[in-house]
């Protein structure tokens, strides 16, 4: 059983910061990679950034060098520290697992968290 719980979303104007928090709870499971994504209005869902188990990072190119992924896996916590927000980047904020139970492998997803940038 894995849930994940996203936090920190919010309304910011162009220029500012927001960190977004997703709590990962995996009774029974481990988990490895953990991503975020986005969903803008009438746009599919993309990929914005992840991050494996020994600290490798990976990012879109757009969000490179604005966005930073990090876990903490002793609170079992991932980050989203995004800076210099475009209104671009205005999306309902996803965070995703992939977990392994038993030689089975699964993803998982939270609920979402929005973000709105204002110019």
């Known amino acids: 059983q894995v849930q994940l719980a996203e936090s920190g979303g919010g309304s910011v104007q162009a220029g500012g910061s927001l960190r977004l928090s997703c709590v990962v709870s995996a009774y029974r499971n481990r988990c490895y990679d953990l991503s975020w994504y986005r969903q803008a209005p009438g746009k599919g869902r993309e990929f914005v950034t992840a991050?494996?188990?020994?600290?490798?990072?990976r990012y879109a190119d757009y969000v490179k060098g604005r966005f930073t992924i990090s876990r903490d896996d002793a609170k079992n916590t991932l980050y989203l520290q995004m800076d210099s927000l475009k209104p671009e980047d205005t999306a309902v904020y996803y965070c995703?697992?992939?977990?392994?139970?038993?030689?089975?492998?699964?993803?998982?997803w939270g609920q979402g968290t929005q973000v709105t940038v204002s110019s």
């Open positions: 991050i494996d188990s020994h600290g490798s990072t």
């Open positions: 995703s697992a992939n977990c392994e139970s038993g030689g089975y492998y699964s993803s998982y």
